[in-house]
């Protein structure tokens, strides 16, 4: 709900001075705002159009529903009892106490006289001046002054409190209490107020909205700026709240490469190239060698490239050849394997096989001529009583009915 607002306001004295140009401004109850400008920006006129001490010459000045430039004279007073006025000043009586001061709002007021203490003593243990209450205000600091001013100004409890340069005449100590006693004020008693600084360090210490004036102009509204801050900072959080977690990736930070001294790299290339330029050379040598090969050499090289090439041929040749080839290769192998064990039989029983007739007769018909012979050899053994030991270096005997050649012992052909 808009307390104050300015529609289209301007102010020109009889003397033609242009204070306000075209105004429109709002301020909502309960706020807390600053007005800034240099001298002669507008700021006294605004004060003095919101407390009905000046009419607009165009324009309307809303304050709490009531158009306080249509108010005539006889009600304006009755207005003003809704607007603390604190001034730069103080404006304090000085043959009265600090008690007298505050409570003289109430007087005119025609307040009881026992709700008047009541209050006094309340506003003053808000303001840190209880102990000071029967103190002048000649007995008093610039800021216990400006303490009993704000006092006077909240005891009727207005529903503005308009502070015109109240820390002007205050060191920066007494200007942070002081605005930290308005805090307190708006904070507890819901008072809306409007204080006009030209103090940038207040401001920037204690932010609020703050509206600035030049040459009549309002040409900055901070609250305006920080509303649209704010519905940034929403629309960002929501956003973020709306994004998945999984999509929010952290880019891994890659570290810059360490600077390199012009002079190092330069001495690093040097010696690259001095360790180059040798095996270029070595290179290029070979290369001359390669070129002034021999004739002859290039003549050996063909001939050993054509002696493979024909042997890559016949390879390609014995492996088309039929798989009759092949079988009979395996016969032959079978026919060397009889004959490896014949030969070893006969390095075991001292027996030279007839050749022809290994030819022609199969491996199990040896094999039984074998036995047969074995079997007369003891036959002949035991008929004469003999014992054979050794049979090495023997004569050769043929047996007529098996075909077999065995060694008989010496002594044996003696006794015959």
Known sequence: MS???LINVSKKYKNGTNALHDVNLKINDGEFVYIMGRTGS????????????????????????????RLRKSRVYKYRRKIGIVFQDYRLLPEKTVFENVAYALEILDTPRDKLRKRVREVLKMVDLADKS?????????????RTAIARALAKRPMIIIAD??????????????VSLLEKINKEEKTTIIMVTHEISTVEKHPKRTIRLEEGHIVGDSFFMKENALKKERATEEKKETVPETEVKEEPVQAEAPAVEEPVVA????????????????TAEESAVS???PEENVASAAERNEAVSEDAAMAETVSEEPAETVQEEATVTEEAHEMETV???EDTIGIDFNKETLAEDSFEAIKNRIEASLAQARVLVKEDDLLIEDYTGAAPVLNEETGVTFPVANDTEEKS
């Open 267 to 282: 001495e690093a290339v040097k010696e690259e190239a001095a360790i180059i330029e040798p095996v270029i050379e070595e």
């Open 3 to 5: 307390m104050i607002e």
């Open 343 to 345: 030969t070893a039989i």
């Open 291 to 293: 070129e002034t090969v």
């Open 42 to 69: 507008g700021k006294t006129t605004l004060v003095k159009l919101l407390d009905g001490e000046e009419v607009p010459s165009s324009g309307k000045v809303m304050v709490s529903g009531v158009n306080v430039g």
């Open 134 to 146: 029967n103190s002048k205000p000649d007995q008093l600091s610039g800021g216990q002054q400006q």
């Open 165 to 178: 340069e109240p820390t002007g005449n205050l060191d920066p100590q007494m200007t942070d209490e002081m």
